[in-house]
């Protein structure tokens, strides 16, 4: 159901350059976000850094904070804020604080998630939600309220984070996966009901050395994925140059792969012999469709009674 652009390329550092420019990051205390944050700052953004508070911690031992004290170290504008992304009100409360505090809004960056790996069986309803509604409506909260902004500037860059799980699935990651495929779903209908409007939304599924991905990743690995080398072409996304909307990006370790969804070309459905045709359809190649109406088009195209005067 999905495939890759396997064409993998090094990348190189980003010259965006994004004085003037505002971005909301979500999950940016550490890690990716952390990462994506500080190389904002630096090639000009003001930057709202969102991480939640943990229990009992105060502002000064937040990882926002320290993210935010960070950017200011080194020259660089930003606030720090506190919202979980899974509550409802969280998107509302970023925006408003970003246009309190900076004036405008032109980028947001949603790359809070979590995750905790069990077999489906072994799942509680609960447990897949608390991971679906960070994964998903950690994004869709934050895009959500930001929205209307961006189409009323007629200028807007979103990346949101989606993942190689989302894509393929993988064991013991059912919600995971689910969460990350609704991402790529919304990123890629936001893409064309945004391009009219000067709004670009791209999805990033990133490999970066994190505490979600500690137990995976130790030792030369650890430091081969530093999330410092996936934040060039998230700023790259978020800056005026960038070119392109609805695209996947896999990239991590200095490497960047195009990611897709396709469809073969058709074939006559069979009273009998399904196997078979099911088999020969492994055989083709793919076609990718720029919406859900091209794909239903060269479906009506394909029929070998479709009507002429099909719109």
């Not at 009901?193 to 030369?220: C, F, L, W």
Request: one cysteine or more; hydrophobic letters at 40%; charged letters at 20%.
């Amino acid at each position: 159901m999905s495939q890759s652009d396997v064409r993998e390329t090094p990348l190189m550092p980003s010259d965006a350059d994004l004085r003037g420019r505002v971005a909301i990051v979500t999950g940016a205390g550490k890690g990716l976000g952390r990462a994506y944050a500080l190389h904002l700052a630096r090639l000009g953004a003001q930057v709202l850094v969102n991480n939640r508070r943990h229990d009992g911690e105060s502002d000064a031992d937040t990882s926002a904070r320290q993210t935010v004290d960070a950017i200011r170290q080194a020259g660089g504008t930003a606030s720090a804020n506190w919202s979980d992304v899974t509550d409802p009100d969280s998107g509302q409360a970023m925006v408003s604080q970003a246009l309190h505090d900076f004036g405008r809004l032109d980028i947001v960056i949603a790359n809070a998630g979590i995750d905790s790996a069990s077999t489906f069986g072994k799942q509680s309803i609960a447990d897949f939600r608390a991971i679906f509604d960070t994964g998903f409506f950690g994004n869709l909260h934050l895009v959500h309220a930001a929205w209307p902004h961006l189409l009323a500037a007629q200028y807007g860059r979103v990346v949101l984070t989606t993942s190689s799980a989302g894509l393929y699935g993988n064991y013991g990651q059912v919600a995971y996966s689910a969460a990350k495929a609704a991402v790529i779903g919304m990123v890629r209908a936001l893409a064309i009901e945004g391009r009219r409007h000067g709004v670009q939304v791209n999805a990033i599924a990133p490999y970066g050395y994190s505490q979600m991905t500690a137990k995976y990743m130790s030792g030369d690995i650890a430091s081969i994925f530093d999330p410092q080398r996936v934040a060039p072409l998230v700023a790259w996304l978020a800056g005026a140059g960038c070119n392109v909307s609805g695209d996947v990006l896999v990239c991590g370790g200095g490497l960047v792969r195009r990611a897709g969804v396709g469809e073969t070309d058709a074939l006559a459905l069979p009273d009998a012999d399904m196997a078979d045709t099911v088999r020969d359809l492994h055989a083709l190649g793919w076609h990718s469709h720029a919406s859900a109406t091209d794909s239903f088009t060269r479906f009506l195209n394909e029929l070998p009674n479709a009507p002429k005067d099909h719109p």
